[in-house]
């Protein structure tokens, strides 16, 4: 079993940058695609970023494209997200989960952490 801890949300204007971070235990993180979701109020949770298990792809929804990049390092059992450019559109609650693909879209699997709450004013 995997047990997974977001960390590094925050309140920041709009242009601004926030780096999460999710640190992963019990588990062979390592073996783990792995990817980060957001949930805005009122809307459905929605796939953000993935990376395979290896590192080696990295995988985004077309809206944060260009201005998230997720990362991972293994040896650290920590997966990341750096966020630039932040907007208000972008203010959600952000999860992490191991996950997997299916016809080209992503989706959560067994493990998801608590969340960490971002928030971006105007």
């Known amino acids: 079993q995997v047990h997974l801890v977001e960390s590094g949300g925050g309140l920041v204007q709009a242009g601004g940058s926030l780096r999460l971070s999710c640190a992963a235990s019990?588990?062979?993180?390592?073996?783990?695609?792995m990817g980060w979701f957001r949930q805005a109020p009122g809307k459905e949770r929605d796939f953000v970023a993935a990376?395979?298990?290896?590192?080696?792809?990295?995988y985004y929804a077309d809206s944060v494209k260009g201005r998230f990049t997720i990362s991972r390092d293994n040896a650290k059992n920590t997966v990341y997200l750096q966020m630039n450019s932040l907007k208000p559109e972008d203010t959600a609650i952000y999860y992490c989960?191991?996950?997997?693909?299916?016809?080209?879209?992503?989706?959560?699997?067994?493990?998801w952490g608590q969340g960490t709450q971002v928030t971006v004013s105007s």
């Open positions: 989960a191991t996950a997997y693909a299916r016809n080209s879209s992503w989706f959560g699997s067994d493990y």
């Open positions: 019990g588990g062979t993180f390592s073996s783990y695609n």
């Open positions: 990376i395979r298990w290896t590192g080696s792809s990295t």
